[in-house]
């Protein structure tokens, strides 16, 4: 059974910083594209952060240059690391995995910026 778990949210001041992790399990990690994605209360899923199976990242708008996706294919593992945070960055975050028309999601991990 494949599973994405997610850790590492929780409340921050704003500026300050998080790292969210996700651990997969049951697929070969190392052929999907990894990433992250975010929906506030009363907003769509946004994509924000993607890496590819050959380390290829892209970002989405708001978080270029504050926030960093890796990943470690020897521990089936991928990280967010977010700095500079903002209380728009409130959300759930989620982990993706995409491989051709095959796509996992992990249950979320809530991030909260506010003084």
């Known amino acids: 059974q494949v599973q994405l778990v997610e850790s590492g949210g929780g409340l921050v001041q704003p500026g300050g910083s998080l790292r969210l992790s996700c651990a997969a399990s049951s697929i070969t990690f190392s052929n999907y594209r990894m990433g992250w994605f975010r929906q506030a209360p009363g907003k769509q899923r946004e994509l924000v952060a993607v890496?590819?199976?050959?380390?290829?990242?892209s970002y989405g708008n708001s978080v270029k240059g504050r926030f960093t996706i890796s990943r470690d294919n020897a521990k089936n593992m991928v990280y967010l690391q977010m700095n500079s945070l903002k209380p728009e960055d409130t959300a759930v975050y989620y982990c993706?995995?995409?491989?051709?028309?095959?796509?996992?999601w992990g249950q979320g991990t809530q991030v909260t910026v506010s003084s």
């Open positions: 993706n995995a995409i491989r051709v028309a095959v796509e996992y």
């Open positions: 890496i590819s199976s050959g380390s290829l990242t």
